[in-house]
């Protein structure tokens, strides 16, 4: 079992809806989360930064962890085609742990007009 | 500021062959980062390095080979490429690998790399 697991897809919705995306860890050690959107025949690019449990919201973006479950999850709403991309999750850990961050495989989102 | 670039953006070797693949970052990080990322796999750390002058094994290392003489570059070679090597490789730097603010990995354009 991978250290992060995260459903490949691809998610298919209309413009407008809103998007859960999900990732879950094993690793009790991560403390630090975060998301990187990768566009096609793009590098990835950080897009949220959350740090030990809680909600962040940036614009219509959302990314809320849940350290009790090992789960996180990064919400888009009203989205736009130009979302479209590759979703990838990552997380380090603190105290002691690795800071450099274990990559989810990515979730394929495709947002339709 | 450039960011992170990649040399060359396309190659195609073959089996046997040698190449490098050259990563800059005009930011002042520390951190540098090789990734190659396979359909399904996401992305998996081959070497990376927390200083000028120095190197060490990530996930996958086996078939590479790294150098940061300077600070602002971080070498991929491949002495000899084999066909399980085909990926799109990338790289990354970040200003430290420590807790908090400053650990964000600025990632570069990628190298697509085929080899036959």
């Known amino acids: 079992q991978k250290e992060v697991e995260q459903d490949p897809g691809p998610l298919s919705v209309p413009e407008g809806a809103i998007v859960s995306l999900n990732c879950t860890y094993s690793n009790s050690a991560f403390q630090y989360f975060m998301w990187y959107r990768q566009y096609s025949r793009k590098g990835p690019e950080l897009l949220m930064y959350t740090y030990s449990s809680g909600n962040k919201e940036d614009g219509r973006f959302t990314a809320q962890v849940d350290k009790s479950s090992k789960y996180i999850s990064l919400f888009i709403r009203d989205s736009q085609p130009s979302d479209s991309a590759t979703y990838l999750c990552?997380?380090?850990?603190?105290?002691?742990?690795?800071?450099?961050?274990?990559f989810g495989r990515g979730t394929s989102l495709i947002v339709h007009p | 500021n450039a960011g992170v670039t990649q040399t060359p953006k396309f190659r195609v070797l073959k089996t046997g062959q040698s190449m490098t693949l050259l990563c800059a970052q005009d930011m002042n990080h520390e951190y540098m980062y090789w990734y190659r990322q396979d359909p399904g796999m996401g992305l998996r750390l081959i070497h990376y390095?927390?200083?000028?002058?120095?190197?060490a094994k990530g996930e996958v290392p086996d078939g590479y080979n790294v150098s940061r003489l300077k600070k602002q570059n971080f070498l991929l070679g491949l002495e000899s490429a084999a066909p399980s090597q085909t990926s799109v490789y990338f790289c990354?730097?970040?200003?430290?690998?420590?807790?908090?603010?400053?650990?964000?990995?600025?990632f570069g354009p990628g190298t697509r790399l085929t080899v036959l």
């Open positions: 990354a730097s970040s200003y430290s690998s420590g807790a908090g603010v400053g650990n964000e990995q600025f």
């Open positions: 390095s927390v200083g000028e002058g120095t190197t």
């Open positions: 990552a997380m380090s850990g603190g105290s002691g742990g690795s800071y450099i961050p274990t």
